[in-house]
């Protein structure tokens, strides 16, 4: 360590080289995951069991119906919703690179890939039956519009299912390879972060993931190097900011918060009922969205109004 750094950041650095030791940031398999590419699909694609579960639990259906994959980045799992028996399924992502590798390595019959824009998705009215989108929308910038897009697409009888994370997670900021100190970001500023975030990964003890080299399998000189995580990149969303959003634009939402899966956190289960605790102790959080029985319409702004039927 230098002498220029703070004692904010010798601290928070200290504690790093305390937790990079254990498995409470990252699993022997997720560790395993980040060494190469075809690892890491073969991670995500296993991250199927999960959804799947989920969507059994909460009564999604996805045999016989036309499924969206929303944020499906290069597709690792979109084909599994086939095999699950969709009559169809189309994942659309922000990422163009993304979609082209999606769309040059899958090809199954009824799988198809389309790119999105940061407040649009070009796909007819209610042409898909179940949407399920799996640790996409802390990164979606303009949850409103994407919401309003997703109900306009959505079918009446349909459903959503949300996986994601609240910024109050112990490793919300997703810099758990350099950063396993939970809840750092409560603790430390986004500056004293980022500057320790880096001189981790130039310490001589740091593992380098797939993450840190290039294209051509140079290692990456420097990241980390801005004050502040982008807002492009995670919207900082608490539950209670995504269920406010969900009712905004006309659905039905319930919120389903699961425990940690780890051995250190799985007695806290029980807490999760209390609304401000749920925040920091959900491992994850699953979202079902519907539209009412009596629909609601949106007015101009997007925002949900209730219609002359649902008054009636
Ligand atoms: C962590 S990846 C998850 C990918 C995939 N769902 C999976 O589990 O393998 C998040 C993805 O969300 C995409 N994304 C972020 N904002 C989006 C938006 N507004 N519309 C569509 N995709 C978005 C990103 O491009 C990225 O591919």
């Known amino acids: 360590m230098g002498p220029e750094m703070k004692i904010s950041e010798r601290l928070l650095y200290r504690l790093v080289r305390l937790f990079y030791r254990t498995e409470v940031a990252h699993s022997p398999e997720m560790k395993q995951a980040l060494q190469d590419i075809e690892s890491f699909d ?3 694609g296993a991250e199927i069991a999960r959804i799947l579960e989920a969507c059994d639990r909460y009564d999604i259906p996805i045999a016989g119906r036309r499924v969206l994959d ?5 597709g690792a799992i979109s084909p599994k919703y086939l095999q699950r028996g969709a009559l169809s399924v189309v994942g659309v992502d922000v990422d163009e690179e993304a979609i082209g590798r999606a769309q040059a390595n899958r090809r199954d019959d009824g799988l198809s890939f389309v790119k999105s824009n940061v407040d649009g998705v070009p796909l007819e009215d209610e042409s898909i039956d179940t949407i399920v989108s ?6 979606v910038s303009e949850p409103k519009a994407i919401l309003s897009e997703l109900r306009r697409i959505l079918a009446p009888s349909g459903q959503i299912l949300i996986g994601t994370w609240s910024w109050r997670h112990p490793f919300a900021p997703h810099l758990w390879a350099v950063m396993p100190v939970p809840w750092a970001h409560m603790f430390f500023s986004e500056r004293t972060i980022l500057r320790v ?8 003890w740091y593992v380098p993931n797939m993450h840190d080299f290039d294209a051509n399998g140079e290692r990456l000189a420097d990241k980390y190097t801005n004050d502040m995580i982008s807002t492009d990149y995670l919207n900082k969303y608490l539950i209670v900011d995504f269920e406010a959003t969900f009712e905004s634009v006309g659905f039905d939402c ?3 918060c699961v425990p940690f899966g780890s051995k250190y956190a799985r007695w806290t289960g029980f807490l999760l009922r209390a609304p401000w605790v749920r925040e920091f102790l959900s491992g994850y959080v699953w979202f079902v969205l519907s539209k009412p029985k009596a629909d609601k319409g949106l007015n101009g702004n997007g925002d949900a109004v209730a219609s002359g039927n649902a008054l009636r």
């Open 42 to 44: 073969a991670y995500r």
């Open 70 to 74: 929303f944020g499906c980045n290069d």
């Open 134 to 139: 799996y640790d996409v929308f802390e990164h």
């Open 197 to 204: 975030c880096r001189r981790v990964y130039h310490s001589p």
């Open 254 to 256: 319930q919120t389903h």
